[in-house]
């Protein structure tokens, strides 16, 4: 049994009385950071913002370009992600001044993805938060790369998690990160931290551009490269096509989806012709631990995936697609996303993943040639075109299977296979060196 025994006097004028609050871990991380002279977060930064309250800011809102909003969907891997952000205009902007921030600045969410915190980059001069977010604004008073590890270690990531409240959908205030205790090492411990978040922030930006030379070289070579989505007001279906798809709807006959299926030529193929789909399931053991894996652990941004580890009691029943490694997955639910990603060859022992995906068994080069055509323009429209269901919408395992590929010579697809490899080998370095910025952090506090 667990349990802290508590003085009244530590009872932080009585706002808190639930044993939650006071489990003995999060007691001794505070009293090791309160030893070391740790500093409120409000002493340390310029200034800490809650989001715009409510509607303030409304899907009706966004547009195509102006100044970028962050959502809490944005807050990944450290720092704002910038492949699917949606905008709001200048003026808009500039009447919520208050929730811009800047390069440097961090975010965090309220609710949700609680304890991500996110850095902002200098991919855009000037950015809006949403509601459910909270800002912190660069300051002299620290180096905040230094801070953004500090809080995604052990000793910030607990502290929040020990300020949670409300039972269905708990969340944090800005009180709340006010209150975080900061470990403010020298400078030059600081630096020392800083310059590891820096050069991981550099492999990652350096991981993207391998994927895009690899998504640029397909397109060019197709001649999709300026491939315009256009979508005409009326056009003219055979019935016998209605008849042969099985579909009345206008939607699922828009010309843009026939024009990309020819801009391939004559050599192209169904994906079901080039490799089988795997069907194989996993029979469950309740006492055992398995790596599972589902939709929302494909990082649509960058096609990686993660996995979560949970007993066989508590996977849910769509938990059966056994996974023996270097399998390339397609998402059957909400497809355009891109959620399409190629499972590393070592995760080869008590995986298994969601139904939800058609999984393919696959070798390279092949397998990240067809990660790229998927989660491209060539991919998204034709995963499109099959969708049922306006607000959840899905497509079929034979959806999947019938996409047809483009089939470019051999020594192409190594070529962009060799491009892939790379982009993931520097995102897995990007994490280790966000691993050690966090241990640098942990060993300061407790030397």
Not at 236 to 264: G, M, T
Not at 347 to 362: H, L, P, Q, R
Not at 426 to 443: F, N, P, S, W
Request: with cysteine; aromatic share 10%; hydrophobic share 40%.
């Amino acid at each position: 049994m667990v349990y802290s025994i508590i003085q009244k006097s530590q009872l932080e004028g009585a706002l808190r009385l639930d044993a939650e609050y006071y489990q003995p871990e999060y007691l001794h991380s505070m009293d090791i950071l309160i030893k070391k002279g740790a500093k409120p977060l409000s002493k340390l930064a310029k200034e800490i913002v809650c989001g715009p309250f409510g509607s303030a800011i409304l899907q009706g809102d966004y547009k195509p370009e102006g100044v970028p909003l962050i959502r809490v969907a944005d807050l990944n891997d450290w720092f704002v992600r910038d492949d699917d952000l949606v905008f709001i205009e200048k003026s808009l902007s500039q009447k919520m001044e208050r929730y811009q921030v800047v390069d440097g600045d961090l975010v965090v969410s309220q609710r949700g993805t609680i304890a991500m915190f996110s850095k902002v980059t200098n991919r855009f001069p000037k950015w809006n938060i949403s509601a459910n977010l909270i800002s912190i604004k660069k300051s002299e008073n620290i180096d905040f790369n230094y801070l953004l590890t500090f809080l995604n270690s052990k000793y910030g990531i607990a502290q929040l998690y020990r300020r949670l409240s409300g039972q269905v959908q708990p969340k944090i205030t800005t009180d709340d990160v006010k209150q975080i205790i900061i470990f403010v090492p020298s400078a030059g411990e600081q630096k020392e931290v800083s310059n590891l978040l820096q050069e991981a922030w550099q492999e990652q930006e350096d991981s993207k551009s391998f994927y895009f030379q690899a998504e640029d070289l397909l397109l060019e070579e197709l001649g999709l490269k300026d491939f315009k989505i256009e979508d005409g007001l009326s056009y003219v279906v055979n019935l016998s096509d209605v008849k042969s798809a099985h579909r009345a709807d206008a939607e699922y006959f828009q010309p843009k989806y026939s024009k990309i299926v020819h801009s391939f030529g004559k050599d192209k193929k169904l994906l079901k012709i080039i490799t089988g789909r795997k069907t194989k399931k996993i029979k469950i053991i309740k006492e055992k631990d398995y790596g599972y894996i589902e939709i929302s652990d494909v990082d649509v941004g960058s096609g990686e995936v993660s996995f979560n580890v949970m007993r066989g009691f508590e996977l849910p029943a769509n938990a059966k697609m056994r996974i023996d490694g270097g399998e390339l997955m397609v998402s059957k639910v909400r497809p355009t996303r891109g959620a399409i990603a190629i499972i590393p060859d070592s995760w080869n022992k008590d995986f298994v993943a969601s139904g939800a995906f058609s999984i393919f068994e696959v070798e390279s080069p092949l397998r990240e040639y067809l990660q790229v055509v998927l989660r491209s323009i060539i991919g998204k429209l034709q995963l499109e075109k099959p969708t049922t269901g306006t607000s959840y919408p899905t497509i079929t395992d034979q959806d999947v299977e019938n996409l047809l590929i483009p089939i470019l010579p051999q020594p192409f697809q190594q070529k962009i296979s060799s491009l892939i490899q790379e982009s993931f080998k520097l995102r897995r370095e990007a994490k280790e060196l966000l691993k050690q910025a966090k241990q640098k952090v942990e060993e300061l506090i407790e030397k």
